[in-house]
């Protein structure tokens, strides 16, 4: 009994040791636990352990769909973004100068049936004023000088004379005489007096403003009087306008009829284009004109005008162009080229070639100024159909659209250095 109880307490003490060395073995005893589980436990761990992980890469792979739909999405966005509404390039007046960029309306054009004849830049008569003293008299003071930009009835030059003052002293007595009569009225005195007091005055008004006074210069005479000089008064402008001539000095003594000022309104030109008389006859008034800036692009014009003379010296006969100037783009002496349409041609919706550009995907697209927003331009795809001289015919744009016609590539390159890629659908 003795000895059975003493291998009891031996073998209790073995297995407490052999427990404790495998817990003590850095967690083996442990790692061994699923071996001891049964196979049908085993099963089941499986099956659970496989419909876990099924789960989880079922839920991981819905994650995963849903990332990239979410990513996919913004850079979709992001991209339709920069091609429409993003790809765009704000350019300030002075940048557009010092590149030559310049903007024109899309319109329709008779390339293929045109009269080429070279031109020259004139003023246009109907727009034009000379500014010239009526007697003689000393420039005392200048109030304009050339290149000025003046409005109607702006003073341009203060002179002084003899024949100006004998006329005011005239009319100030005329004018003295004839309130007086007025204030009496015509039963106080003779209807001679009344109708000689009258005429004398108006007579004297007359003679003044023929002489260059204004009708505001003798309103004026009659409320302050002539002050000290009575001889003196202005000469203003008859018209607005540039002041393209002033050739005179202060202190020169001015005969009548001498040209003191040009004035031009320069936002309308004519070009004098000469053809022989043969293709003078295929060119109608009203037919349409392009006129070529050398170095500075073209500009669209009108036939307003045929010289029914000869020119005897170039057997020749003119053609007058009317063309919108109001970039001021041309000036009075330039030569330029011209071509005229004739006949009955079909028209062509054309820009220049050098305005057309490859797209970074291969399309070909021109820049297009934004509506209302001066140097702001975006590319626009487009069809090319033929190239005509250095004309491109294009499909995809409405008329009058204002695209660059020149200066398109520093378009492009700018746009480049803001990171958009010259595309647009």
């Not at 540039?242 to 005179?248: A, E, H, N």
Request: glycine share 10%.
């Amino acid at each position: 009994m003795k000895k059975l109880l003493l291998l009891s307490t031996v073998a209790l003490f073995t297995f407490s040791n052999s427990a404790f060395a495998e817990d003590d073995g850095h967690g083996h005893g442990e790692e061994e636990k699923p071996h001891a589980v049964s196979e049908a436990d085993h099963d089941d761990h499986d099956d659970e352990g496989h419909d876990d992980e099924g789960n989880g890469e079922d839920d991981h792979d819905d994650e995963e769909e849903k990332e990239d739909d979410g990513h996919g999405h913004a850079e979709s966005g992001g991209g339709e973004h920069d091609e429409e509404g993003g790809a765009e390039v704000d350019l300030s007046p002075e940048n557009m100068k010092e590149a030559g960029i310049l903007v024109e309306p899309l319109t329709l054009q008779n390339l293929e049936a045109e009269v080429k004849a070279p031109g020259e830049v004139k003023l246009n008569s109907y727009l034009s004023s000379k500014v010239t003293p009526r007697i003689e008299a000393q420039v005392v003071e200048r109030h304009a000088k050339l290149g000025e930009v003046v409005e109607k009835g702006q003073p341009l030059v203060t002179l002084s004379g003899v024949d100006m003052a004998e006329a005011i002293g005239a009319l100030m007595v005329a004018h003295k005489e004839w309130k007086r009569v007025k204030q009496l009225g015509s039963s106080a005195v003779s209807a001679k007096r009344y109708s000689g007091a009258k005429i004398a005055d108006e007579q004297a008004r007359a003679k003044v403003m023929a002489y260059g006074m204004t009708e505001s210069q003798v309103k004026a005479l009659h409320e302050k009087g002539s002050g000290g000089n009575p001889g003196m008064f202005q000469l203003v402008a008859p018209q607005g306008g540039t002041i393209v001539s002033d050739d005179f000095i202060e202190g020169e003594l001015i005969e009548p009829g001498r040209v003191l000022f040009n004035i031009v309104n320069e936002d309308f030109l004519w070009v004098e284009s000469r053809l022989s008389p043969e293709l003078a006859k295929s060119v109608d008034v009203g037919a349409g004109a392009r006129v070529h800036i050398p170095g500075n692009g073209w500009l669209q014009g009108e036939v307003v005008q045929k010289h029914h003379l000869l020119d005897e010296e170039t057997r020749t006969i003119g053609v007058r162009i009317a063309v919108d100037n109001e970039e001021d783009r041309l000036h009075p002496g330039m030569y330029v080229d011209t071509r005229i349409q004739s006949g009955n041609g079909a028209q062509y919706l054309a820009v220049p070639t050098a305005a057309v550009l490859r797209s970074s995907d291969g399309d070909w697209v021109v820049f297009v100024e934004s509506e209302g927003r001066t140097g702001e331009f975006k590319p626009v795809e487009i069809e090319m159909l033929r190239n005509i001289e250095n004309y491109t015919v294009i499909k995809g744009l409405p008329e009058g659209t204002r695209i660059v016609t020149e200066g398109a590539f520093f378009v492009q390159s700018e746009l480049a250095k803001s990171g958009f890629s010259v595309h647009n659908h």
